[in-house]
T-cell receptor, first 111, second 114 residues
Framework: SQKIEQNSEALNIQEGKTATLTCNYT??????LQWYRQDPGRGPVFLLL?????KEKRKERLKVTFDTTLKQSLFHITASQPADSATYLC??????????FGAGTQVVVTP | GAGVSQSPRYKVAKRGQDVALRCDPI?????LFWYQQALGQGPEFLTY????????KSGLPSDRFFAERPEGSVSTLKIQRTQQEDSAVYLC????????????FGDGTRLSIL
């Protein structure tokens, strides 16, 4: 079965730097890969979607890459701010659109 | 409202009691999903509705879990004879149809079984 792995250790980063998160998977490449942000006590919030045949997607200070050879997606937050502190989840879109999530990586941005 | 609404936000029940969790999706969203999230983990898929039809219930942990969406709008997740291992956050999400659609999540119901 598909396994999705994200860094389990929290990523501590200084304000203004670029945060880079990884999402690795074991088997087939999904047609779509999505990234969500989750704050404590809240539901996940959609950030970006990247298709299997896309190499890169950007939205404001966010960038996602998708390498089907390495079976990896990278998520970058440039010029990070304390308000970016949250847990970031990658997810595969499966049949019907149901999502299979990784465990998430916590990002802590310090001033 | 503008987003997905879930109620109650918190539910405490004694082991063996039945509970019902409600989800009000975004109006016009065909797809509705339920997920279960344990502490420190990502959400795990439970079940999926397309309008009123439950097309996938492969993630439901046992036959004590039951979900419905009778009119293709509001959905209820029911857990019968609750067990301590049912303690988790239950998230509801809705979206337009299609596997390339982003999902809009509610803030969940935190269920604690004593």
């Amino acid at each position: 079965s598909q396994k999705i792995e994200q860094n389990s250790e929290a990523l501590n980063i200084q304000e203004g730097k670029t945060a880079t998160l990884t999402c690795n998977y074991t088997n087939y490449s999904p047609a779509y890969l999505q990234w969500y942000r989750q704050d404590p006590g809240r539901g996940p919030v959609f950030l970006l979607l990247i298709r299997e045949n896309e190499k890169e997607k950007r939205k404001e200070r966010l960038k996602v890459t998708f390498d089907t050879t390495l079976k990896q997606s990278l998520f970058h937050i440039t010029a990070s701010q304390p308000a970016d502190s949250a847990t970031y989840l990658c997810a595969f879109s499966g049949g019907w659109g149901k999502l299979q999530f990784g465990a998430g990586t916590q990002v802590v941005v310090t001033p | 409202g503008a987003g997905v609404s879930q109620s109650p936000r918190y539910k405490v029940a004694k082991r063996g009691q039945d509970v019902a969790l409600r989800c009000d999706p975004i109006s016009g969203h065909v797809s509705l999903f339920w997920y279960q999230q344990a502490l420190g983990q990502g959400p795990e898929f439970l079940t999926y509705f397309q309008n009123e039809a439950q097309l996938d219930k492969s993630g439901l942990p046992s036959d004590r879990f039951f979900a419905e969406r009778p009119e293709g709008s509001v959905s209820t997740l029911k857990i019968q004879r609750t067990q301590q291992e049912d303690s988790a956050v239950y998230l509801c999400a809705s979206s337009l149809a299609g596997s390339n659609q982003p999902q809009h999540f509610g803030d969940g119901t935190r269920l604690s079984i004593l």
